[in-house]
């Protein structure tokens, strides 16, 4: 059974030095496989009623693409540019150790299969 862990990076006032205690913890961890998000505030939680009340935060809809590939949200401290960068560093510095590039490349069961997970990274990493 595949062991995965999900994480999350770009919390309000959260620092570059703490994002990248986040990768690392990814790392220490035996996982064989890892989700790396960037904060998203939904309304209604208690983090988004914060935010907004601060004027730090506007949900609009209509132009909102909230999913786990996408940020919606750049805390004050850091760039968009900045968050998207550790998030692509938290995914190759996990992925391309050879223990787990080796171990995803021998689980590929098809052409179709190894498209597959070639689209879904190009998709996070993009996004």
Known sequence: MAIGGFFVIGF????????????????????DRIAISCFQPYPGTEEYNKLVERGDYKFDLTNSKHSLHTISYVPKNLTRKVLKKWRIKAFTSFYLRPRIFI???????????MKYIIKRGLRWLSN
């Open 12 to 31: 309000p006032s959260e620092t570059i030095e703490e994002i990248k205690g986040t990768i690392d913890f990814s790392r220490e961890l035996n996982l």
């Open 103 to 113: 171990k995803l490349v021998k689980e590929i069961r098809s052409l179709e299969h």
